[in-house]
């Protein structure tokens, strides 16, 4: 028999970006914009969907370079433009599933100043089987959040 296991945990992380609310939503809404940041560097032959709406889905498959597939399967609960939004998400290793989870992104203005956005990301998680966990889960959502800041300067600067 398999020994099976689940381990929850929650984090938080927030980032202040030197972008507007619009644009670091926007960074999340864009289907092009995403795809430059939402994912690991060292993934390759990577698959997308992306439907972007209340009851959409995003999919996104990735290739590390040693064999391992991961797939990333959500559906968006709540959208309110330049505020929040908040998804249910499963991920699999090689086919097997390794988590559920549910995230909260907020988009807030930071003080009086419409030019920066505080991020704030909360997330629920079930991990399985050992398989994945909060740290790695928490290690890899910062490497994003910095992948995002990577976007928003690049886009500043051709502006």
């Known amino acids: 028999m398999t020994q099976r296991s689940i381990s929850h945990a929650d984090f938080t992380i927030e980032r202040t970006y030197e972008a507007e609310p619009d644009r670091v939503f926007d960074a999340w809404a864009d289907p092009a914009k995403k795809a430059r940041w ?6 390759v032959g990577n698959e997308r969907a992306f439907d972007f ?10 290739t590390l370079p040693d064999g391992t ?9 709540n959208i309110v433009a330049n505020e929040r939004i908040v998804y ?22 930071v003080g009086g100043s419409p030019n920066r956005t505080r991020l704030v990301v909360t997330e629920h998680g079930a991990y399985f089987e050992g398989l994945d966990n ?16 990577r976007e928003l300067e690049r886009e500043a600067a051709v502006a």
């Open 38 to 43: 939402f994912a690991g560097p060292s993934e």
């Open 53 to 62: 709406r209340v009851g959409g889905h995003e999919r996104a498959v990735g």
């Open 69 to 77: 597939t991961f797939t990333f399967d959500a559906d968006y609960r």
């Open 88 to 109: 249910e998400y499963s991920m699999t290793m090689n086919g097997e599933p390794i988590s559920v989870s549910v995230a909260a992104i907020e988009f807030r203005p």
């Open 134 to 149: 909060a740290g790695n889960r928490e290690q890899g959502t910062r490497e994003l959040l910095e992948a995002l800041g």
